[in-house]
């Protein structure tokens, strides 16, 4: 027993040294990384601004010298605010905080009562319940400083001169109109601004509380909304203001000619602007293109003499301006001058075909220093060119065929007052870069030319070339139904019709329960051996641009091999060939490598769809683009990027339109087993919605 008090009386001497040596060595924790709000601490001469009672949050940490093995060593927080009341008292609350272990972010949300429109300032201090750190408010630190704003800032007010609210048929399409936002609230400092359909954005003003203005562009005609909310330091948001404006529609160019003067003329007249005196190389009645308005062009003959030009500027180029025509080179071999606009010492701007020695031939559109290229021009091609210089935003661009091609570059707007040329450019010892070809519809506006309108520039109307319904059949042939080219059935090929129809519980002739035609009254039937159907001549120019639509059903059950549903001749092979592969379940658009006998066959686009055998058929439609190159298969209306090719030779076709087979090594095969209806042939490329209506009996709009 004695043993056992010594014991206790030991450690009871001994435990207040250790303890005491414990306190000596604690070090006091630390806190880091305050935020008001969710923000750094604003400390300065300006403090934070926030909308609602604010989170304060701050990190503490403490040495690692007090932590003890097995022990994780747990922190406070202290938080202390403080103000004056408007007559000068002094207020301060504090808030302690739950421990938690060290280096983890300790946090309050001041309650609703906090004063507003009043500077808080506020700090904090740790404690590791042996030591409290410094206030964060001590040398060097310093207090973190807010103010509670509970009111939104008012509505803004919008205003435009050119666009004044609710002002019927104002400004224009293409044409920049200012808009300003201004709120009575003295305190915003950035307006949200969104265009009905349109691009949204915020805008600044250069001072809190002031105006700020910003720069927009009507791509359409007929009302428009535009919609502001102000926002103040606070982040607080306003109540929307929607203005509403009345864009007119699209001005007329400010020069142009069309060039359809009548052969011998001397002059070109001016449906807008000055007329232009022709050189002796300019001779008109020329060709159009097919598919636009236009009746007839000027061919300029590649001398001195081939020229068009005016006494003074077809447009303002220091300004926003577009310039553009349908051009159709002889050659594109040499670097060669569509537009042009004189300066005392060359060309403020100018729209060419350029073609260096070891490049491959461009379009070009400069401006001053800079240029824009792009488009591949290819002799005897029609191409829409339009150039466009924008000083909103400082850009040169330049579309073909309605598309934008090459990188927009940052171009200085240069101002001329000397003559505009078309077919050649001003050099340093005289015009040059005489144009070979033709050129048609010359434009030039004072205005930017938005998107649908480039589109619609260039816009050639399909040409419905044929259509065969395979409603009605005789003497061998079915009728085009306008009364054009008919096909003709070859052994093997008939024209099965809904009178042809039978039923087994009528007639005991009748072997089999009927099958509806495709579409409409009848359809053409294959028997896979030698059926087909073909016409005399080509179809379509695959030169240029055109649309091949077709409805198809395989007979699955002898669906062991390829089978072609349309094929056309080049000089020595085929030179496509629509076909399906049940082996891939996949329609196919097939061409040669090259024209050439035996030349090996190469799957260009592909579509794995279904083959039609559901008694419905498939809608098959091939879409080739002359302007870009491409060619696009559709099923059902749908295509997709496996289905798209781009060609960079082209094709002939100089053979027949062929339906249900193809030329193989040993002669005609691929003959399909199944049924074709609905046969549609176009000059053009359609677009994507008018090629969803084909193979109904029915033509699109081609509108």
């Known amino acids: 027993m004695l043993g056992s008090c010594l014991a206790a009386l030991v450690v009871g001497a001994v435990t207040p040294s250790a303890a005491s040596a414990a ?7 630390a806190v880091q990384d305050l935020q008001t709000a969710f923000k750094d601490c604003a400390s300065g001469d300006e403090p934070a601004y926030v909308g609602s009672p604010p989170a304060l949050q701050a990190r503490l940490t403490d040495p690692v010298e007090d932590d003890r093995i097995g022990y994780p060593e747990q922190l406070t927080a202290e938080f202390e605010i403080w103000w004056s009341d408007p007559d000068g008292t002094a ?29 808080l300032s506020w700090h904090v201090r740790a404690n590791d319940g042996v030591a409290y750190s410094p206030w964060s408010s001590e040398a060097p630190g310093a207090a973190c400083r807010f103010v509670y704003d509970d009111a939104s800032p008012a509505a803004p007010v919008v205003s435009s001169p050119e666009y004044p609210a609710d002002t019927w048929w104002t400004g224009g399409v293409g044409i920049y109109g200012s808009f300003t936002m201004d709120s009575p609230s003295a305190d915003v400092v950035e307006y949200r601004y969104t265009f009905l359909g349109g691009p949204s954005g915020t805008a600044r003003p250069a001072e809190m509380g002031g105006p700020a203005t910003i720069r927009y562009v009507p791509l359409s005609r007929g009302s428009q909304i535009l919609s502001v909310q102000a926002l103040d330091r606070a982040g607080r948001v306003s109540g929307r203001t929607d203005y509403s404006f009345y864009p007119n529609a699209a001005s007329a160019p400010v020069s142009r000619w069309k060039l359809d003067d009548e052969a011998g003329s001397a002059t070109a007249a001016a449906e807008a602007g000055e007329a232009a005196r022709a050189g002796r190389g300019v001779t008109f009645a020329g060709p159009a293109p097919s598919g636009t308005p236009l009746t007839s062009t000027a061919t300029l003959d590649g001398s001195r003499h081939g020229f068009l030009t005016t006494g003074s500027p077809a447009v303002d180029s220091g ?28 060309a403020a701007y100018a729209l060419a075909l350029e ?6 031939a461009s379009w070009s559109f400069t401006l001053g220093d800079a240029k824009v290229t792009g488009g591949t021009p290819e002799a005897g091609e029609w191409a829409y060119l339009l150039g466009v210089y924008d000083t909103e935003t400082g850009y040169a661009q330049l579309f073909v065929d309605g598309r934008e091609v090459g990188t927009k570059t940052e171009a200085a707007p240069v101002r001329a007052d000397g003559a505009f040329q078309i ?10 870069r005489h144009w070979h070809g033709d050129v048609g519809d010359v434009r030039a506006y004072d205005r930017l030319v938005v998107p649908s309108e480039v589109t619609d520039l260039a816009h050639r109307k399909p040409r419905l070339l044929g259509h065969w319904s395979f409603s009605t059949g005789d003497d061998g042939t079915t009728p085009e139904n306008a009364g054009g080219a008919p096909l003709r059935l070859g052994t093997g090929a008939s024209v099965y019709r809904v009178s042809d129809m039978c039923t087994p519980d009528v007639d005991p002739d009748c072997t089999t329960w009927p099958r509806y035609p495709l579409v409409g009254d009848g359809h053409l039937e294959l028997d896979g051996e030698s059926g087909h159907a073909a016409l005399d001549t080509p179809v379509v120019d695959t030169g240029d641009s055109f649309t091949l639509g077709v ?5 699955q059950n002898d669906a062991t091999r390829p089978m072609t549903v349309l094929s056309q001749a080049g000089e020595h092979t085929e030179a496509f060939k629509l076909r ?3 082996a891939l379940y996949a329609w196919q658009l097939i061409m040669p490598e090259r024209d050439e006998a035996g030349a090996p066959e190469k799957v260009v686009s592909q579509l794995t769809m279904p083959d039609g055998a559901n ?10 683009d002359d302007a870009t190159d491409t060619v696009r298969l559709f099923a059902d209306g749908y295509t997709e990027a496996d289905a798209t090719a781009h060609l960079q030779d082209g094709w002939t076709s100089t053979g027949p339109l062929q339906v249900g087979r193809a030329r193989t090594a040993d002669g005609w095969g691929e003959h399909l087993k199944g049924q074709v209806d609905e046969l549609q042939a176009y000059a053009g490329a359609l677009t994507d919605e008018d090629v969803r209506q084909l193979g109904w009996e029915t033509d699109p709009c081609l509108c």
């Open 551 to 555: 409805v198809a059903r395989i007979e």
């Open 580 to 582: 399906y592969d049940p």
């Open 23 to 29: 306190e000596q060595s604690n070090l006091p924790p």
């Open 615 to 624: 008694g419905y058929g498939t809608q098959l439609a091939i879409v080739y």
């Open 91 to 119: 207020q301060r609350r504090t808030w302690t905080t739950s421990p938690y272990p060290v280096g983890l972010v300790h946090r309050i949300t001041l309650p609703p009562d906090i004063p507003s429109d009043t500077v």
């Open 355 to 360: 073609a260096p020695r070891k490049a491959s």
């Open 423 to 432: 077919g050649r450019t001003l050099g340093p010892n005289g015009y040059r």
């Open 319 to 346: 300004r926003t301006f577009a310039v553009g025509a349908w051009v159709r080179p002889a050659r594109d071999d040499r670097s060669m001058n569509v537009l042009s606009q004189d300066t005392a010492s060359g």
